[in-house]
């Protein structure tokens, strides 16, 4: 009798001295915790999602919260502490919090707490899938993110990938090494441009899961969902075929030899022009001087500065209509341009025959 009277003893003894530590550790004033804590992470309640059992999410946290308690000590605040925010009324709303930077930040602020780790636990098709986010309290924004699937409780190689993540994001580092026989195409990694081919060495990133795309105008776009190892390289293949249902790019009409032809036509034929014409006023002077000495000599000065004006109308009509034409395909370019990248707008110039002559047949299309 009397040793299970001192066992019950030792039983009530532990309860109230944890109690005793509870009451201790929880906030004086409702709002915050001891101001004597050194923590600076706190790791709270993971939560089940997607086919993922409150028991198996409970487990995984336990194992974490062991595996950074050894790593971190008293960086990371104890669960008992962390639990005694709960007692405080109104405080089990953040049972609810989840992942969301805001929620975990509230929580942060009342822990008195500068960084919160929390996360979701997945179970899809067999395999379980563990996503934390750190946030910081003060900026209400996630600092480093970090997701491992597994096909059973997390191992210890897995749980050093979220500990890297999660207390030294700075470290949360892999690297991509990509072949690519298709130059100047842009690469892309989780919808960000960060290169151009060939890449010149392994591309740094961040490690975990990430969407790798590689494309080019005219190709089909190499678009794979990749993991990049903590500290090790990815190697990826990039295959770029041509996309034969892309039309050929928009050529502006400044690159496009029918605008510099006419335009070279018409500033061409408008200087022959410009010759001619002083030639005629040439003409024109000698023909007034012998106009009264020489009726003769007049009228053949006469005829040949008539001749050579007649000359000069006809090249700058042929320099105007060259002028005109540049500019038709100028406004027929702007006019068709279009938002969509495999819009075509073209001009095509032929030469056609014709019974009396030559003549010119344009399409335009846009």
Request: proline share 4%; with cysteine.
């Amino acid at each position: 009798m009397k040793m299970r009277f001192s066992g019950f003893l030792a039983i009530a003894l532990v309860f109230f001295s944890g109690l005793t530590r509870a009451q201790e550790a929880s906030p004086a004033t409702g709002d915050k915790t001891d101001e004597r804590t050194n923590a600076k992470y706190l790791f709270w309640h993971l939560t089940p999602t997607e086919g993922a059992s409150p028991e198996i999410t409970s487990r995984i946290e336990r194992n974490l919260r062991l595996f950074f308690e050894k790593q971190q000590g008293r960086l990371l605040m104890d669960g008992l502490t962390m639990d005694s925010l709960l007692l405080v009324e109104g405080n089990e709303k953040f049972l609810r919090c989840g992942s969301g930077p805001a929620c975990v930040s509230g929580l942060g602020e009342i822990a008195g707490i500068k960084q919160v780790i929390a996360g979701e636990v997945k179970k899809i098709q067999g395999r379980l899938i563990v996503e934390l986010v750190l946030v910081d309290t003060e900026n209400k924004s996630v600092i480093s993110r970090a997701a491992i699937e597994s096909g059973g409780p997390p191992s210890k190689k897995h749980m050093q990938e979220l500990s890297v993540a999660m207390f030294a994001p700075d470290a949360y580092k892999g690297s991509v090494e990509l072949s690519c026989a298709v130059a100047d195409a842009e690469v892309l990694i989780d919808k960000v441009k960060v290169g151009v081919t060939p890449l010149v060495g392994p591309l740094t990133t961040l490690a975990g899961k990430h969407l790798f795309e590689v494309k080019k105008f005219g190709h089909q776009t190499f678009s794979r969902v990749i993991r990049v190892p903590l500290d090790g390289t990815k190697q990826v293949v990039a295959l770029l075929p041509e996309d034969q249902r892309v039309k050929p790019e928009n050529v502006p009409f400044y690159k496009h030899w029918a605008f510099w032809t006419f335009t070279g036509s018409g500033v061409v034929a408008t200087a022959i022009g410009i010759v001619l014409h002083l030639d005629a006023n040439v003409l024109d002077e000698n023909a007034q001087k012998t106009r009264e000495n020489n009726l003769a000599d007049y009228q053949t000065w006469q005829d040949k500065a008539d001749s050579r004006h007649l000359q000069a109308y006809i090249v700058f009509g042929v320099g105007g209509v060259a002028l005109l034409a540049a500019g038709v395909v100028a406004i027929i370019d702007v006019a068709g341009q279009s938002d969509e990248p495999n819009h075509e707008s073209r001009v095509d110039i032929s030469v056609l025959p014709y019974p009396s002559g030559a003549g010119l047949s344009a399409t335009f299309r846009f």
